[in-house]
């Protein structure tokens, strides 16, 4: 089992940064993949990025290609999101996600993770 804590949200003007961090709980972080999703008000969550157990691999939306970059550190147990040139759009609560079985092609799907952080608030002025 593991515990997620989200942290480095806040309010940003447009075309600026933020860096947000997901702290896991346990010894066996490197055994999960790991995904950033958020949602807006009103929509559905949404997935954003994720990464392989070793960090070698990494995978985003379209939305975000080139804007956000995800990685872990296995021995800090926490796997961040640089969020760079953010848009008012990139408004919404961003979580990340843990799970040891999911797959490459189901990791873009909420209901494939098992573990949640309780999320962290983005706001992009504009």
């Known amino acids: 089992q593991v515990q997620l804590v989200e942290s480095g949200g806040g309010l940003v003007q447009a075309g600026g940064s933020l860096r947000l961090s997901c702290a896991a709980s346990?010894?066996?972080?490197?055994?999960?993949?790991m995904g950033w999703f958020r949602q807006a008000p009103g929509k559905e969550r949404e997935y954003v990025a994720g990464?392989?157990?070793?960090?070698?691999?990494?995978y985003y939306a379209d939305s975000v290609k080139g804007r956000f970059t995800i990685s872990r550190d296995n021995a800090k147990n926490t796997v961040y999101l640089q969020m760079n040139s953010l848009k008012p759009e990139d408004t919404a609560v961003y979580y990340c996600?843990?799970?040891?079985?999911?797959?490459?092609?189901?990791?873009?799907?909420?209901?494939?993770?098992?573990?949640w952080g309780q999320g962290t608030q983005v706001t992009v002025s504009s």
């Open positions: 990464i392989n157990r070793s960090g070698g691999g990494t």
């Open positions: 346990g010894r066996t972080f490197s055994t999960y993949r």
């Open positions: 996600a843990a799970d040891p079985r999911i797959t490459i092609a189901t990791m873009r799907i909420p209901a494939g993770y098992e573990y």
